[in-house]
């Protein structure tokens, strides 16, 4: 029976996520010791971080993966390896795909490993209510015990909620909240925690945008809020970004705008679920500023077709990485500059 006592915590990590990269989630076992010590070591790290992260460019933001390990690589072998490049994940790694264990540990392995180029955000899907009931605590049990889904639980309370990049572009999962204001009402949030039924908390993984509202509605969902573009403006203008990204939602081409392009969806789950056509998207910040949304599109049904084991050759049946629009943030804060002088009120600084 293997056994983690004897084995450097670094060197484990870096044994696991090599495992994982080389053979892919099908072929890969991982034992209870090894992820339980995975587990341990990230709750320390993940604290070392703020409740608002700080993030600067450049920098490439991904939306839900939702246990789609091979989309995951995917993800990394076209904009490169998390040892050389930043990214900045929005939440949503576990339940329904198929391989949720192998995702969480091997983004997890990435934060410990490289902890100043993999920053980790909690989606609704990171609580004990949800992923109890939508896949996850089925894999832990199934393969492992239930400990093991409780102590992933305590990994997820710990992860951060929020993120701020180059102090113009706040990220969360799901959305933003009435109760927030000012940015002294995030860094007065606490962790590890539990994700509240209402409440900034709840809003900033279960919020969604909507075009049928005007400021905050009762969300159809049953929980949290729904919130109209003006909110979306106050939003900005109240904290002085010029961009809101989320991801929590599935969309057609990966991306999508609102607010007149002042709140970006990001989901980065193709073919979700098996039941939807969806590409898959990612939003990479130059250090101009600048973003460009990249999207992996299926190739003739391709996306119906039996997906390899590994999950390098799965690569091939997906279209090659095509920049489908490029959006300056430049144009973001010129164009809120504007607006202010057209309402009478001082330029944002």
Sequence with gaps: ???????????????????????????????????IEICY??????????????????????????????DLMGVFELNGHPSKKKYLFLGDYVDRGQYSIA??????CYKLLYPKNVYLLRGNHETRLINRVYGFYDECTKQYSTKLWMLFQTVFDCLPLCARISERIFCMHGGISPEIKRWETLKKLRRPTEIPDFGVLCDLVWADPSKNVYGFSENPRGVSCIFGENAVYEFCQNMKIDMVVRAHQVVQDGYEFFANRRLITIFS?????????NAAAMMSVDDDMRCQFYIRRPKDHAWSKK???????????????????????????????????????????
């Design 1 to 35: 029976m293997f056994s983690s006592k004897h084995v450097k915590p670094k060197e484990l990590v870096k044994d696991v996520m090599k495992r994982l990269e080389k053979n892919g989630a099908s072929e890969t076992t991982l034992h209870e010791s090894e992820i």
């Design 41 to 70: 070591r990230s709750r320390e790290q993940l604290m070392c971080d703020e409740s608002v992260l700080d993030l600067q460019v450049p920098i490439t933001v991904v939306g839900d993966v939702h246990g789609q390990f091979q």
């Design 103 to 108: 995702t969480i540990v091997l983004l997890l």
């Design 269 to 277: 789950a193709p073919f979700y679920c098996g039941r939807f056509n």
């Design 307 to 349: 997906i390899p084991k590994s999950s390098m050759r799965a690569l091939n049946e997906f279209s090659d990485l095509t920049i489908a629009e490029t959006v300056s943030v430049k144009y973001f804060i010129k164009d809120l500059a504007e607006e202010n002088v057209r309402k009478g009120k001082n330029n944002p600084s």
